[in-house]
């Protein structure tokens, strides 16, 4: 078999960085038009191939767009894609897990506060009802699967978009682990239950005091 070398830093990535540079410098903003693909080869001096590929990485993360009509715009990035690739690869040891878990927290956190400032009692009657769910189940795996579903239904009613979207990620992240690895390491059953419900009575009571 033969064996082909890869580079470290490719020209795409080089110029994709150089692109990305040169949106900050100019001071450009969503929807503000680039040089086109011919512009920006003879700028760079690379091939045809190298800044297409390029501006596809550069599309992927959403920090451009293309149009038919309009070109190559600057977009609004996507500061979350490649997510999923990340957590992948940083739960392969013991300290790549911690530091999720500790991130997860970090995040779950901060929701916590914002949504005791914008739960209504319509949101408080769907997470009892989630719990008291949580107390019917009879697996260790339905169990998990109540957990994430509570967990990201208080993500998703806080209304914040970066906690909305990172935070729901991680903990459907952490219930795909737990099919894997077993559940040895998590409160299971009843605990889980009280541990809802105290989270719940929490942000009911959040005006007391």
């Not at 297409?52 to 715009?73: D, F, N, Q, Y």
Request: hydrophobic share 45%.
């Amino acid at each position: 078999m033969t064996v082909k070398h890869i580079q470290s830093v490719t020209k795409a990535e080089q110029l994709a960085e150089a692109v990305a540079t040169y949106i900050a410098d100019q001071r450009l903003g969503p929807g503000d038009a680039l040089p086109t693909e011919a512009k920006i080869q003879e700028m760079y001096g690379v091939s045809r191939n190298t800044v297409r590929e390029a501006t596809s990485r550069l599309k992927m993360m959403g920090v451009v767009r293309a149009g038919r009509k309009v070109g190559l715009t600057v977009g609004r990035g996507r500061p979350l894609a490649g997510l999923g690739l990340c957590l992948g690869l940083m739960s392969a040891d013991l300290d790549g897990l911690t530091w999720l878990f500790d991130m997860r927290m970090c995040i779950e956190i901060g929701n916590a506060a914002l949504l005791c400032e914008t739960i209504t009692d319509r949101q408080l009657a769907e997470l009892d009802r989630m719990a008291g769910a949580m107390g019917k189940t009879r697996s260790t795996r339905q169990a998990d699967d109540a957990d994430c579903r509570f967990h990201v239904a208080l993500l998703e009613m806080s209304g914040g978009p970066f906690a909305r979207e990172m935070g729901a990620a991680i903990v459907r992240f952490f219930a795909d682990e737990l099919v894997l690895r077993g559940s040895d390491w998590v409160i299971k059953g009843p605990s889980l239950t009280e541990l809802h419900v105290g989270i719940i009575d929490s942000l009911r009571t959040r005006d007391e005091g």
